[in-house]
């Protein structure tokens, strides 16, 4: 993996990378920041990780809690960002977390602020979470059968996760948006099951195609389960309609389902392989080791730890994220034959 280095563009480029917000040369801004807190992850999903984990980042080369803080309060204020995402690993593991919560939300009182997480731990710190200032949470599971959540995570915690999410809705940390990945042979039938269950709770569903953001480096189109396969499984059992609203930069396609004994609601189908939505993208990344990934997909990035600890001020780290932003490629280009996996795993880029 390297790091970009932060040119001087000529002409137009000039303007679009030095002054500003987050602006990439075709056009698109930057106002959704995703933060990684850690690497660190209490599960091993089978599309994310081996059972034996990963090496972990070095203690001295993660961001520290003030310098996390830094760093988002230099995109609200310098850069326009409007939605700031905690992420992992898992963020749960990160015990700054509540503090590094509040101290970002006493910077903009509107900013959107939440976490994509696997809920475990969730029920013992959704209230503290919650009187932070966090907003909402994503929560990731991808079945509620036991032996099915054990077999995909390795872990037997489906219980935990449960009740994880039970707590941040009893809290006010909703919509709870609850994302599942189906994968072949494993969860590929319990769509409808999951449709049912998330309804019954009052949970908004998303359904992620499974991205090729493994650390084996072994995911393959032929064994992904697609957007028109999860679909056709869901029309197959419900009233199922496109939903009457503009998408936006939103990442979710959503559908009015209709299941039948009085349970209707909407569910989301992330197809970001075989329907990308990189044309409307407004997302930015930034590692737990202070790097800036301009695309999840990204195999540069652009590194604002350096110049953080090495005593650039505010606006000269500004100048270099607008930078890395201005590099942004058109698409991901996971159809294009030349395509490569980043060479870091989801686990340590962050949702």
């Known amino acids: 993996?390297?790091?970009?280095?932060?040119p001087t563009l000529p002409g137009r480029a000039t303007a679009g990378a030095s002054t500003?917000?987050?602006?990439?040369?075709?056009?698109?801004?930057?106002?959704?920041?995703?933060?990684?807190?850690?690497?660190r992850c209490n599960l091993r999903?089978?599309?994310c990780m081996p059972p034996e984990g990963l090496d972990w980042l070095p203690t001295d080369d993660v961001l520290t809690d003030d310098e996390v803080v830094r760093l988002v309060g230099i995109g609200i204020e310098h850069l326009g960002v409007r939605e700031v995402r905690f992420t992992g690993g898992e963020p749960l593991v990160r015990r700054g977390l509540v503090d590094i919560v509040g101290r970002v939300r006493s910077l903009d009182p509107d900013v959107e602020l939440s976490i994509t997480t696997n809920a475990l731990g969730l029920a013992r710190t959704a209230p503290a979470l919650a009187a932070a200032g966090l907003d909402r949470?994503?929560?990731?599971?991808?079945?509620?059968?036991?032996?099915?959540?054990?077999?995909?995570t390795r872990r037997d915690r489906l219980h935990d996760a449960i009740a994880g999410i039970e707590a941040a809705d009893a809290a006010g940390l909703s919509p709870v948006k609850v994302n599942a990945v189906l994968l072949r042979g494993l969860n590929d039938g319990e769509a409808p099951e999951l449709v049912r269950w998330a309804?019954?709770?009052?949970?908004?569903?998303?359904?992620?195609?499974?991205?090729?953001?493994?650390a084996q480096h072994g995911w393959s189109r032929e064994k992904m389960v697609t957007a028109d396969e999860?679909?056709?499984?869901?029309?197959?059992?419900?009233?199922?309609?496109?939903?009457?609203?503009?998408?936006?930069?939103?990442?979710?396609?959503?559908?009015?389902?209709?299941?039948?004994?009085?349970?209707?609601?909407?569910?989301?189908?992330?197809?970001?392989?075989?329907?990308?939505?990189?044309?409307d993208c407004d997302r930015v990344r930034l590692t737990a080791d202070g790097q800036v990934r301009n695309c999840l997909f990204a195999r540069h990035e652009s590194d604002?730890?350096?110049?953080?600890?090495?005593?650039?001020?505010?606006?000269?780290i500004a100048r270099r994220w607008?930078?890395?932003?201005?590099?942004?490629?058109?698409?991901?280009?996971?159809?294009?034959?030349?395509?490569?996996?980043?060479?870091?795993?989801?686990?340590a880029i962050g949702g």
Not at 304 to 316: F, N, P, S, T
Not at 323 to 329: D, F
Request: net charge negative.
């Open 199 to 214: 309804l019954a709770a009052g949970y908004e569903l998303r359904f992620i195609e499974q991205m090729p953001l493994d």
């Open 230 to 279: 999860i679909l056709a499984s869901l029309e197959a059992a419900f009233v199922v309609t496109p939903a009457d609203e503009q998408r936006g930069s939103a990442p979710a396609e959503r559908f009015d389902v209709d299941a039948g004994a009085g349970l209707r609601g909407r569910v989301g189908v992330i197809a970001s392989v075989t329907r990308p939505f990189c044309g």
């Open 45 to 47: 999903c089978s599309y």
């Open 304 to 316: 604002l730890r350096a110049a953080l600890r090495g005593g650039a001020d505010d606006d000269e």
């Open 1 to 6: 993996m390297s790091a970009l280095p932060f």
């Open 322 to 347: 607008r930078a890395a932003m201005w590099t942004k490629a058109p698409g991901h280009g996971i159809d294009d034959p030349s395509f490569l996996q980043p060479t870091r795993p989801m686990s």
């Open 137 to 152: 949470v994503n929560v990731s599971l991808d079945s509620v059968r036991p032996e099915v959540y054990a077999a995909v």
């Open 20 to 39: 500003g917000g987050l602006v990439d040369q075709h056009g698109r801004v930057a106002t959704d920041l995703r933060v990684s807190l850690t690497d």
